[in-house]
């Protein structure tokens, strides 16, 4: 069994043994596989899952990271370079489900056919490489939650290692934290197509109007937030914790100055705070 080695900081919340044991099932499921393509968009799940696939696979694993519209160029970067730090194989291919109308008009569906259209590139290279199989970084905590993505991935038979070893998210990130991986703690993210309402269409245009906000509230320091796009009014969910730096008024004004010349007549912010996810709640509550 390949041990775990903290490299400091206070000793883990979760227990060790528990995890190193989930970490070696990981990494004998994917020994099993041979030879994988990960869908990798940097998030500390799949990052994490990409690291495993290498360290068990070597070069029979290649990450792949769509290069789309909706996933942020800061986070591209990202991408990329945790790859070079961490030392595995990285590309970038083109996806095109802005091309796609189903996409566009952006219902509930919207995340089966954009991962539909990931998937679908995915086979299209795993055929012509040879490689059999197909792996994403879904894990168990997100079975819960509405995921439209899941379906995707079970039409395409694309396999769920984090959740056959049974890793929830705060596991994932112990096991990168002792790991000494750099996006252990990473804030959650997600595509810019999840800011905008189901109903609102999605086009190139909002999505990147809402990724210039989200960089600029970055620049001011905040670290885990969201910019939701409402037409002509923005409502921001910032964590929480950070809530109170935010309703600061000098830093309203910024933040003012931040929205308004991307268009925004009205910059609100939500006194529920950052929470993942918040958009479902329209589904849940036409569907109880």
């Known amino acids: 069994m390949t041990a775990l080695v903290t490299l400091g900081g206070p000793p883990p919340a979760l227990d060790a043994a528990r995890l190193e044991g989930k970490q070696e099932r990981l990494f004998s499921i994917l020994r099993d596989l041979g030879e994988?393509?990960?869908?990798?968009?940097?998030?500390?799940?799949?990052?994490?899952?990409?690291?495993?696939?290498?360290?068990?696979?070597?070069d029979r694993a290649t990450a792949?990271?769509?290069?789309?519209?909706?996933?942020?160029?800061?986070?591209?970067?990202?991408?990329?370079?945790?790859?070079?730090?961490?030392?595995?194989?990285?590309?970038?291919?083109?996806t095109f489900e802005f091309?796609?109308?189903?996409?566009?008009?952006?219902?509930?569906d919207r995340c089966f056919?954009?991962?539909?259209?990931?998937?679908?590139?995915?086979?299209?290279?795993?055929?012509?490489?040879?490689?059999?199989?197909i792996v994403y970084g879904v894990n168990k905590?997100?079975?819960?939650?509405?995921?439209?993505?899941?379906?995707?991935?079970?039409?395409?038979e694309v396999k769920a290692p984090l959740v056959e070893a049974d890793l929830t998210k705060a596991e994932i990130r112990e096991l990168s934290r002792v790991a000494g991986l750099p996006f252990w703690d990473r804030p959650a993210a997600a595509c810019l197509s999840s800011r905008i309402p189901y109903g609102t269409p999605v086009t190139v245009e909002t999505i990147k109007t809402v990724e210039a906000g989200e960089e600029a509230v970055k620049e001011l320091g905040f670290r885990q937030f969201r910019v939701r796009y409402h037409g002509e009014l923005v409502r921001l969910e910032i964590?929480?914790?950070?809530?109170?730096?935010?309703?600061d008024m000098q830093m309203a004004g910024k933040l003012t100055a931040i929205f308004k010349p991307l268009g925004f007549?009205?910059?609100?912010?939500?006194?529920?705070?950052?929470?993942?996810?918040?958009l479902n709640a329209v589904l849940r509550q036409a569907n109880p």
């Open 265 to 278: 007549h009205y910059v609100t912010l939500d006194l529920e705070g950052y929470r993942q996810g918040s």
């Open 99 to 108: 091309e796609n109308p189903d996409y566009v008009k952006n219902d509930k």
């Open 36 to 58: 994988v393509l990960v869908a990798y968009s940097g998030g500390t799940d799949s990052a994490y899952l990409a690291w495993a696939a290498q360290r068990t696979l070597g």
């Open 141 to 156: 905590d997100d079975l819960g939650d509405y995921r439209p993505g899941q379906k995707a991935a079970r039409i395409h």
């Open 239 to 247: 964590d929480r914790e950070e809530l109170p730096r935010a309703l």
């Open 64 to 94: 792949i990271t769509a290069d789309s519209a909706s996933i942020p160029e800061s986070h591209k970067r990202d991408a990329a370079e945790y790859a070079r730090v961490c030392g595995f194989r990285h590309e970038f291919i083109p």
């Open 113 to 133: 056919h954009c991962k539909d259209e990931l998937f679908l590139r995915l086979e299209e290279i795993a055929a012509a490489r040879g490689v059999g199989n």
